[in-house]
């Protein structure tokens, strides 16, 4: 089943899927993204449309650096010229008209858009494996950008649903399973993580990630 676009191989990235751009069309049509103001998408090639379109229409877009190196990027639509969107959407873009935002400026995060190696239909999602996804998601939720009920959606194809996925205390919970044929809603059935469980990153980590460690110190 030849379901993977370029880059490819897929192994250690986020699949870039056949379709990625319906489910885009999927989850831009649901209410959560028609009210946000302020999306925080992955920066992953399958969520590239989404980005850019949060963009177009108006949104700001939090985006988080490749391992989060370098922290977030916001990108201020309306400091953007329209035509270079596609380009800003962009990793390469982003760095470019983005500017770094810190954890003393990041505004409140309305919806929160994750990438998927895969999902289980009871929301509990893989990642790439480094747990950046869930490093995001706890500094955000640390600093009060995101709270509880802030929702998560992922974007997938059908054959990355699974029936369980072994759970972490740390792993994200998605709200919405968006492919696309179809969008499934997930009845939260674990607790999110409050914030970053330090306990569980080493030295290495925390002096990997800039953020991280300002974080640790206020």
Known sequence: ???????????????????SEVATRNLINQKEFKQARVIKVNPDSPQSRIRY??????????????????????????KIPK????????????????????????????????????????????????GYSEI????????????EDTPIFTTIHDVQIVDEVPREPYDLIVDAIITPT????????????????????SADKIREIPILAELKKS
């Open 1 to 19: 089943m030849n379901i993977a676009r370029f880059p490819r191989p897929v192994y250690g990235r986020i699949p870039n899927f056949v379709n």
């Open 53 to 78: 379109l949060t963009l177009l229409k108006g949104k700001t877009l939090i985006m988080p650096t490749p391992r989060l190196r370098n922290g977030f990027l916001i990108l201020d639509p309306n």
């Open 83 to 130: 035509s270079q969107y596609p380009k800003a959407s962009s990793i390469h873009g982003a760095f470019k008209h983005g500017k770094p935002c810190s954890i003393n400026d990041m505004p409140h995060i309305d919806l929160v858009v994750v990438g998927s190696v895969a999902v289980s239909r009871d929301g509990v999602r893989i990642g790439k494996g480094g």
């Open 136 to 147: 995001e998601y706890g500094v955000l939720r640390e600093i009060g950008s995101v709270k």
């Open 182 to 201: 179809r969008v499934i809603r997930v009845k939260r059935r674990y607790e999110l993580p409050k914030g970053i469980i330090w306990e569980k990153l």
